[in-house]
């Protein structure tokens, strides 16, 4: 039942998270708050690894909650390998089967002002996703709490926010800004070893 559960979850999330890896993450706390999965916390921890990972992220999002489900709830790895696989078609199901759909279409329609309105709509809704998620990583990494509702019980994290600023000055500084993005995310990595180890 769980398995068929986390495949239901993440195809909806395939199907309706529009705009990339980020426009996962309002479904991922949905699934959070309805199944009891993993915390907030543990999300943010997923974000880390997942942006860290190759591939896309909503991908490895799929892969990592599928594991850690299959794993704790089915009863070990070889289960948590199961989960993962499950969850992972789940969410790229219904991108498959929309850009088949599309694709045989959009010969026929490709000049249709239906169409264009209704991929100039997507667009900003895209940009909503991203940003509600980016929002809700903000409250949970420099203000540590899980959602905007705690906002008043919020301690701000001083060091996440310098580092946090760091890098985004370091990758619009002219030299830098030019290394590839692993490099921010490895540094940032031992820079959180050094300030939690300190």
Same mark, same amino acid.
């Given at each position: 039942m769980i398995l068929l559960k986390l495949f239901w979850e993440f195809f909806k999330t395939g199907?309706?998270?529009?705009?990339?890896?980020?426009a996962t993450v309002p479904f991922l706390q949905d699934i959070s708050a309805k199944t009891g999965w993993y915390t907030a916390a543990q999300l943010a921890d997923m974000i880390a690894v997942?942006?860290?990972?190759?591939g896309p992220m909503g991908v490895n999002m799929a892969t990592y909650v599928g594991y850690t489900v299959g794993a704790q709830e089915l009863g070990g790895p070889v289960m948590g390998?199961?989960?993962?696989?499950?969850?992972? @078609?789940?969410? &790229? =199901?219904? #991108?498959?089967? $929309?850009?088949?759909?599309?694709?045989?279409?959009?010969?026929?329609?490709?000049?249709?002002?239906?169409?264009d309105a209704t991929l100039y709509g997507l667009r900003p809704a895209s940009v909503a996703?991203?940003?509600?998620?980016?929002?809700?990583?903000?409250?949970?990494?420099?203000?540590?709490?899980?959602?905007?509702?705690?906002?008043?019980q919020a301690t701000l994290s001083w060091k996440a926010l310098v580092l946090a600023a760091a890098v985004y000055v370091a990758?619009?500084?002219?030299?830098?800004?030019?290394?590839?993005? @692993?490099?921010? &995310? =490895?540094? #940032?990595?031992? $820079?959180?070893v050094v300030l939690q180890m300190g």
């Open positions: 199907l309706f998270a529009i705009g990339g890896g980020m997942s942006e860290s990972t190759p390998v199961v989960a993962a696989i499950i969850a992972t @078609i789940g969410l &790229i =199901a219904p #991108s498959v089967i $929309i850009i088949m759909i599309v694709a045989y279409f959009l010969k026929r329609f490709r000049d249709s002002k239906l169409v996703l991203i940003t509600a998620a980016g929002v809700d990583i903000v409250l949970i990494a420099v203000l540590r709490v899980d959602s905007i509702y705690q906002i008043a990758t619009h500084v002219k030299k830098l800004n030019k290394l590839h993005p @692993i490099w921010f &995310i =490895a540094a #940032s990595a031992l $820079i959180g």
